[in-house]
């Protein structure tokens, strides 16, 4: 079923229907109504026409008399198309004069007024006015009331009502009319407003991306134009951050590219075998770290381009995760002549995040330690989970006994390509904790970095939201 998402037709769905049911209703009351008061009006006429046939019967002797005056029909000569039935019974119940057949109203009072009832003659609808008349002939004995019934049928009536009922249909028509022609007119002055403000975002330059202005706004439109603006505020940044990135990548390329050349260069004019070879190890080991910064440099980019948005999130158990970067790197703390060692609090160190990632994070850490620390040092990676009021949080920790970075350096270490020099290895490039931020912040963690144990070296800290034990124990994917 195709959404209906057009305002217009929303509320011309919400007000013609029950406007139809409405008039309807309206009508059939209206049309209860005038039948009321034609019937009133009409009844009026049967009730005289009655009185005057009462007025001209008599009884003397016990003949009852009847006279139907020509008056009596002259109420109706109006309603030409009008048939007129009437009844006059004696009190045996034996018809004196008219139609013997005519219904008359059950109950009648005894007091001479004139009872008037809706029955069908032969038929045809008719209205049925009745009197009892006392005669006062003592030779008629105690029963000496006739019955008078006079009748017509309903044709002008309804005619008339259906006329006044019509008459108002046609009034209320033009009002619904001119309503919903004030209706559109206020919708599409309602509407002017965005379709100008649409005409400002269409005319705007590709470049441009301010905030849409928020005056003329109608005010129930201002929170949209309000999280629109947001969202672009986060696009705007994301950009600048690329492009500093991009300025920053290809002026921290171009050093390397220079080594690089200058070592091709000189190896070129060596004549010595041996010379050469050591300029093409020299060589091989500048790539080594090329590559290593062009590596870092597209996971620091993928990090920043997924940073708050990271699709595939999955349950990645961090105590088996940084065990496994540990026997990775051991190689390479092997070779140093450093002690690599892992601790856990063996507490469930499961969070909600993007494993090769999170790999990619711990391994940098543990990475930083090893190389800034010197042969016979000390690393060790730790792993636990704590409460800190806010929830549950699970801790990275890397430790280790090298140089450290000292408090003046500890927000900058965390800029792009900053580096300290004259800090023992020479291969890196500056990307590593920038990515370690921002992979952290992706997954909604904070970082923090420290003296280590007695003074001694760097703490790094990593708090991540851990995953909660309810979502622990369902199935993931
Ligand atoms: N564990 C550590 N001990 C001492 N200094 C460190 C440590 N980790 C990082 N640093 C310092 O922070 C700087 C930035 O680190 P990083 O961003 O990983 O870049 P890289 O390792 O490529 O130089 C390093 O150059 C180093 O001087
Ligand atoms: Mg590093």
């Given at each position: 079923m195709k959404r209906n998402n057009s305002l217009r037709r929303r509320v011309g769905w919400w007000l013609l229907p029950p406007l139809v049911v409405l008039l309807s209703i309206n009508a059939y009351l209206s049309y209860r109504a005038a039948l009321e008061v034609v019937n009133r009006a009409y009844d009026r006429s049967l009730t005289a026409s009655i009185s005057a046939i009462g007025e001209r019967t008599h009884s003397q002797n016990g003949n009852i008399s009847v006279d139907i005056p020509y008056a009596a029909f002259e109420f109706f000569q109006s309603g030409a198309h009008e048939r007129i039935f009437y009844r006059v019974t004696d009190?045996?119940?034996?018809?004196?004069?008219?139609?013997?057949?005519l219904p008359v109203p059950t109950a009648l009072p005894d007091d001479g007024r004139v009872a008037i009832i809706d029955a069908v003659y032969h038929g045809d609808a008719v209205r049925v006015a009745a009197l009892r008349k006392r005669l006062y002939d003592p030779a008629l004995g105690a029963q000496d009331s006739v019955l008078i019934a006079f009748a017509e049928t309903l044709d002008s009536r309804t005619a008339l009502a259906r006329e006044m009922l019509f008459d108002s249909l046609r009034r209320e028509l033009l009002l619904v009319g001119l309503g919903v022609v004030l209706l559109l007119l206020a919708l599409s002055s309602a509407f002017r407003p965005l379709l100008s403000l649409r005409d400002r975002v269409r005319e705007?330059?590709?470049?441009?991306?301010?905030p849409v202005p928020q005056?003329?706004?109608p005010s129930e439109v201002r929170p949209l134009i309000d999280a629109i603006n947001h969202h672009v505020d986060r696009i705007s940044a994301m950009l600048q951050a690329r492009k500093r990135f991009l300025a920053d990548a290809a002026h921290q390329i171009r050093t390397p590219l220079a080594v690089l050349g200058t070592q091709a260069e000189y190896g070129l004019r060596q004549d010595d075998p041996a010379e050469m070879r050591r300029t093409f190890a020299g060589l091989i080991h500048s790539i080594g770290s090329a590559q290593r910064l062009a590596n870092q440099m597209l996971a620091l980019s993928h990090a920043e381009a997924i940073n708050g948005l990271i699709l595939e999130r999955d349950a990645v158990d961090l105590e088996a995760l940084v065990r496994d970067v540990a026997l990775e790197l051991s190689p390479l703390a092997v070779r140093k002549g450093v002690d690599l060692g892992f601790e856990t609090?063996?507490?469930?160190?499961?969070?909600?995040?993007?494993a090769s990632m999170l790999h990619e994070m711990v391994s940098n850490l543990i990475d930083n330690a090893i190389r800034y620390t010197p042969a016979d040092g000390h690393v060790t990676a730790q792993i636990s989970r704590e409460n800190c009021g806010a929830g549950e949080e699970v801790l990275i920790r890397v430790r280790d006994d090298g140089p450290g970075i000292a408090p003046a350096e500890r927000e900058r270490v965390?800029?792009?390509?900053?580096r300290i020099l004259g800090q023992g290895d020479s291969e890196g490039s500056g990307l590593g904790l920038p990515i370690v931020r921002e992979i952290c912040s992706a997954h909604g963690g904070r970082i923090a970095l420290r003296d280590g144990p007695q003074g001694k070296g760097l703490e790094v800290e990593v708090h991540l939201p851990a995953r909660s034990q309810a979502e622990d124990l369902a199935p993931t994917r």
């Open positions: 009190p045996s119940g034996r018809s004196i004069t008219g139609y013997p057949d705007r330059s590709e470049e441009d991306l301010t005056q003329d706004v609090s063996g507490a469930a160190a499961t969070v909600d995040g993007n965390f800029q792009r390509f900053y």
